[in-house]
């Protein structure tokens, strides 16, 4: 399962009435962040997040309100007690900025492991009951692909398969803004369900079955048996996606593709402001919409209003006359996306 | 006159009910900030305060709950049309921080004049309707003292003397917290009251009196004219004083003498937490109503609560039985200082 809550859903400025657009994920008791503006942390304060236990912030790029939380968020989670690293993630460049920000902060009681995006696929995994960030290459191995363990980790303390449903893909998009910008989409695998008919007629012995099941791969001193053995057909998974700050891109509709949460900016919502908002590398709401439908995504929220914008609600027709499952975020819009039952 | 608002009144970490300490001072129609913890820009929108006509910026110290909503502030400034150069004052070693911090923001419209306060005197004038700081050194010549003329302004193009109420003296002291601190006080000097008699005894010309009494020097082919030919006994101007993150010093009580009004951290209500306070080099109530009686100044208001003090009110006797005319700071409180009728 993943929770999301929008903690905020202004851009631009942050206002008495909306904070900034940012994420918070939460994923087998832990967290993860989307892009940190001024108040982040106040409005994780407001929505009962808690800090301690933040273990990966994406940040999506470098412009001022996306980031200037992050020196107040940082400082404030040292001061939880936390000696665990926290891995930041965003775009080429990103490390001299943050390093920049933190002249400010000269001791916190953890590290800092700050990644920046060059491939666009990574992995994240709990190791040590946190989560932690791997950069991750396909697999061409079809018993591989079969079984679910789509890839393969640089360090092999981490654990490939999706046993106790503590994995999730890391997705990254390079977008169109006036910064290097990244879009983020996590895919939470799930599990072929159990065919108890094909491991009997496979004569998988009982005992294997529950290993194999949760992905693990069986030696006894006659056979090596797969998982793939006691699975049924492949489901899917959950897809959230995340795309503020850019142009629509061609690659966008099949990066957000079938996801079940897409959150998208809509910076401007009449579309009369296409001129700004091709101008200031925005979206209007109509533009967001029509790649929710292009990339056939069950829900989309909108977000990153531009502070000029008093009553987005206004404007909500000219998205869901093109996609209709379009909702207007608001600052602790939350949600459960979960596997559906089947 | 100065306008004075209490932007926040919480220490450590901005909370959501809570804005951090800072104060807005308005002066003939242009304003000086003293503090800029994250959220800062929030509440001078919350609290109407407009950001263009923002000339100085007071820092206190370099600590987070201090200076982390600057780049943000400075960012929204940019965006209000900004042209005219701002002063960032504050302790030696604040301009590595500022620049550090600023490396996420490319581009300004306007320089940032960055002064790190190595003297303790300094004023602050109305330059081409901006206000601008110079150090100043204080005149032994009595004449010029008589004439109200305190400071030799090293700039010959500012006018030295108060003839418009546009000039303010600005104090600054060292303070004992764990990074270099440092107190601000501003003082608005008020002339003396015309003297009607004086200038008849003296046969000043009455064609002449105005300027006088305006503070200018008149010459003409019999005589030199000096402002103290027309003006009574002197009176006492309007005093701000502003004191946070500290201990008491043996020093504060002279800097403050006689303010008419004193902004004090009050971290801690509980004269019980005084541990506490001397560890982290902060005051407790009792310990800000002793400077604010100590000091001989006409009121008192705490603010830098600490984010564990939930309700501060609680312990406003251990201030008031101390100090009676003290005052719990809140988000928004404000007050005009004016010259009293006389």
Redesign the interface.
């Known amino acids: 399962m993943l929770n999301v809550t929008l903690l905020g859903s202004g851009g ?5 009435d909306r904070f900034l657009s940012s994420l918070l994920i939460k994923f087998a008791s832990r967290k993860i962040l989307i892009d940190c ?3 982040t ?2 409005a994780m ?2 929505y009962k997040s808690g800090f301690k236990s933040l273990d990966i912030i994406c940040l999506t790029h ?1 412009h ?2 996306h ?3 992050l ?2 968020l940082l ?2 989670i040292g ?1 939880s007690g936390r000696t665990d690293p926290i891995t930041i993630m965003g775009p080429v460049g990103i490390k ?2 943050i390093e ?6 000269p001791f916190l009681p953890f590290d800092l492991d700050i990644v920046e995006c060059t491939g666009s696929s990574f992995s994240i995994h709990m190791v040590s009951q946190k989560l932690r960030v791997k950069k991750t290459y396909l697999e061409t191995n079809d018993n591989k692909v079969n079984d679910n363990n789509y890839y393969n980790i640089a360090d092999n303390n981490i654990s490939t398969n999706d046993t106790d449903n503590t994995s999730l893909v890391l997705s990254i998009l390079e977008l169109d803004h006036s910064s290097p910008c990244l879009g983020y989409s996590f895919y939470l695998p799930r599990r072929p369900k159990f065919n108890p008919e094909k491991a009997l007629e496979a004569k998988i012995p009982v005992k294997y079955w529950s290993r194999l099941q949760k992905g693990q791969v069986v030696m006894d001193n006659k056979r090596t048996y797969h998982p793939s053995m006691v699975r049924g057909k492949e489901r899917k998974g959950i897809k959230l996606s995340y795309i503020v700050d850019t142009r629509p891109t061609a690659d966008i509709p099949d990066f957000i593709h079938e996801s079940d949460l897409f959150i998208c900016e809509g910076t401007y919502g009449d579309s009369d402001d296409m001129k700004k908002a091709i101008k200031n590398k925005h979206m209007t709401f109509a533009e967001s919409a029509q790649l929710a439908s292009l990339g056939k995504t069950k829900e989309l929220w909108l977000t990153h209003f531009s502070p000029a914008m008093d009553k987005p609600e206004q404007y909500m027709d000219n998205a869901r006359q093109i996609f209709v499952k379009t909702v207007l975020g608001y600052d602790g819009l939350s949600k459960s996306l979960q596997f559906p039952e089947s």
């Open positions: 631009g400025m942050p206002m008495p503006g001024e108040g942390q106040v304060r407001k470098d001022g309100d980031i200037f939380g020196p107040g400082s404030t001061n001299r900025i920049g920000m933190m002249v400010a902060i």
